[in-house]
């Protein structure tokens, strides 16, 4: 089994920047230099991937955006890397009659349309530079990669895909049609770069049966004419998936929206639930300590980039906020070991000292042990570099679960999806002004409202009114009884089979004064393993179980010549080994952690794979807007 997604994708953009040749040995060695210009979304796609120590490592020696004043700059070829959209165009166009480059390599990040490529054939005639024009690319890249198998649509203007989009009272067809086939440009890019046609599964009668439809059609065009095809020679040869084709899953966000308000208790999810986690990197807001007395203190924002090759982060992000703690004191511990092992060999050689007569006798037994202290330094400067950021994250993450008590919130909506008995009524703690923010109340509600026991009008009215109390906003809950209405699937208990949480003992470690985290008042709650339903629907589709939601999902297979009634195809005989999971209408990191759980939990198939997309990522505090929107749009 080859390459991850992410890999692919970075090496699709390796292949850019080395003028679309594929990188040889003495490119490394010796790259020629460029200037790279993007759009917003260029950079989007661009940033998860690519520190700018690697772009300069492939030759890149300023990159800009496009939309930015730039200074000529001769004798230097330019690498472009944009949507193919009218204000990009003539932007490109206006470079031209500024003579800003020596060379254009020109690569759009969809395909560019035949009359766009017109414009810019005349624009370059015009500015009489046809010769500097040296490449017109589609590079068919139009997705963000954020983990080895997690990728979204967009970052840049995602409204127009998030849910609000989709399902907002006035969208005219032409508009729907639009928004439907962006989504299928960036799902065609996406397995254009996995260099493999999936066989596609959806639910009937919404988004997603509709982006299924046209997914089918454009990659059933592309193969027909194999001397064009995107899926054949080279694509196919390094292909991802080995024998087998993947499946690709396409779900509407309506089929589970209880997720999406759920409380987290997984360090990757908190951080994107609580602070304010884009495309891998973290603003945490710090409170910096004034100069003089009676000074203001001053808040500053500080980024933080949540890399792949950050080992802790890597090893941690699924892991349960408390064993995250717990994790962070350990490794502080084990650098200070380290850092007290370099001092104490700084004394033992009298180099904190001026007695450098007996330094001399002491060398050359301490010559080994220093050489090793000093070749190891870089390593523990970084290793510092990591601690300190994990413990101001994990921090500040305390901070929100401590003044907002999300352990409780989190288990008690274990609680409703498991169909547990609760401890403390739900009006208790929505009327309890020291327990969350009216947002934290709204969540715990809904979950309730759509997965808890059947309310009666007057329940529903009498909690409104302490939610009202509470300073909550009732349009998503306006929306939701509209959607609950509506909606045509009964929300039963085993949708969210098995799910509630255990208090094990205390933490040992986190107990001592000395602990940067005090965690006192903070419960330490393990998750009991659970799938959530879109990972019990993916295990169906994959594993050819029946299951009741499933039974009657759509069935498209692009590499049929004819396209006959979805329903006497015949069905695959053996598992799938890889799936694509894709949801229309907003995704988020606990959707992902649970199939990443999911993969790992199933026993006898270590090389299954589940991939995780959807339009755009998004918190519950942003949903919960967006529901609001909709909500004063019924009024």
């Not at 040995?25 to 520190?51: A, C, N």
């Not at 309506?254 to 360090?267: G, I």
């Not at 090793?372 to 679960?401: F, G, N, Q, W, Y």
């Not at 004819?562 to 080994?577: L, W």
Request: glycine share 4%.
């Amino acid at each position: 089994m080859s390459s991850s997604m992410r890999e692919r994708q970075i090496s699709a953009l390796k292949r850019m920047l080395n003028f679309n040749m594929p990188p040889t040995k003495s490119t490394v060695i010796e790259p020629v230099w460029k200037v790279l210009v993007y759009d917003r979304s260029g950079q989007d796609i661009l940033s998860p991937l690519l520190s700018v120590k690697e772009l300069r490592e492939l030759g890149v020696t300023l990159h800009m955006l496009l939309h930015s004043d730039r200074e000529p700059i001769p004798d230097v070829p330019a690498i472009y890397f944009v949507l193919p959209n009218d204000e990009n165009i003539s932007r490109i166009a206006q470079d031209f009659r500024n003579q800003l480059y020596d060379h254009y390599y020109l690569n759009f990040i969809s395909p560019i349309s035949r009359q766009k490529l017109e414009d810019l054939a005349t624009a370059s005639l015009n500015a009489n530079c046809i010769s500097s024009v040296s490449k017109v690319v589609d590079q068919y890249l139009n997705f963000i990669t954020l983990e080895d198998d997690m990728f979204v649509l967009r970052h840049q203007d995602r409204e127009s895909l998030s849910y609000y989009g989709i399902n907002r009272g006035d969208v005219k067809d032409t508009e729907m049609d639009n928004i439907l086939d962006g989504i299928v440009d960036s799902l065609f890019s996406v397995f254009v770069t996995l260099g493999t046609v999936p066989i596609i599964r959806s639910p009937r009668g919404n988004a997603a049966e509709m982006v299924a439809e046209k997914l089918d059609k454009k990659i059933r065009e592309n193969l027909r004419d194999p001397r064009n095809s995107l899926f054949t020679s080279d694509a196919l040869q390094s292909g991802q998936f080995s024998f087998q084709r993947p499946l690709l899953v396409i779900l509407d966000r309506n089929m589970d929206m209880a997720t999406l308000f759920h409380h987290t208790w997984t360090y990757q999810a908190l951080a994107h639930d609580v602070l304010d986690l884009q495309l891998n990197r973290l603003m945490i807001e710090e409170i910096e300590k004034p100069g003089h007395v009676g000074a203001k203190p001053l808040k500053k924002s500080k980024s933080y980039d949540l890399s792949n090759t950050d080992k802790f982060w890597q090893q941690h992000k699924g892991s349960p906020f408390p064993i995250v703690a717990e994790s962070v004191q350990e490794e502080l511990e084990s650098y200070r070991t380290s850092e007290e092992e370099v001092k104490r060999l700084k004394a033992a050689m009298g180099l904190e000292g001026d007695n450098s007569d007996e330094t001399i006798s002491m060398l050359s037994d301490n010559t080994a042990k220093l050489t090793s202290a000093v070749s190891s330094l870089p390593e523990l400067l970084e290793k510092k570099r990591l601690i300190d950021m994990h413990t101001t994250i994990a921090t500040s993450i305390l901070d929100h679960i401590k003044s907002r008590k999300l352990d409780v919130y989190f288990e008690i909506e274990e609680k409703i999806l498991g169909k547990a008995t609760l401890d403390k009524s739900l009006m208790d703690l929505i009327t309890d002004p020291e327990a969350g923010t009216p947002t934290d109340k709204m969540r715990l509600f809904l979950i309730s409202f759509i997965c808890g026991p059947q309310m009666t009008d007057a329940e529903v009215d009498q909690y409104a009114a302490a939610l009202l109390d509470a300073g909550c906003d009732l349009n998503c809950l306006q929306y939701m009884k509209r959607w609950k209405t509506y909606s045509k699937m009964t929300i039963s208990a085993s949708q969210y089979g098995g799910a509630g949480t255990k208090t094990v003992s205390m933490f040992s470690k986190l107990m001592s004064h000395g602990s940067q985290f005090v965690m006192e008042g903070v419960k330490n709650l393990v998750v009991k393993k659970h799938n959530l339903p879109i990972t019990r629907i993916v295990d169906a589709l994959m594993e050819l179980k029946s299951l009741q939601e499933t039974d009657d999902y759509r069935y498209f297979d692009p590499k049929l010549l004819r396209v006959t009634d979805s329903s006497s195809i015949p069905r695959n005989r053996s598992p799938f080994q890889d799936a694509i999971v894709f949801v229309v209408g907003g995704g988020n990191y606990i959707e992902y952690q649970n199939l990443v759980d999911y993969t790992k939990n199933k026993t006898g198939s270590s090389n299954k794979r589940v991939v995780y997309g959807c339009t755009d990522l998004v918190n519950a505090t942003q949903f919960l807007k967006q529901l609001s929107h909709l909500g004063m749009e019924i009024k």
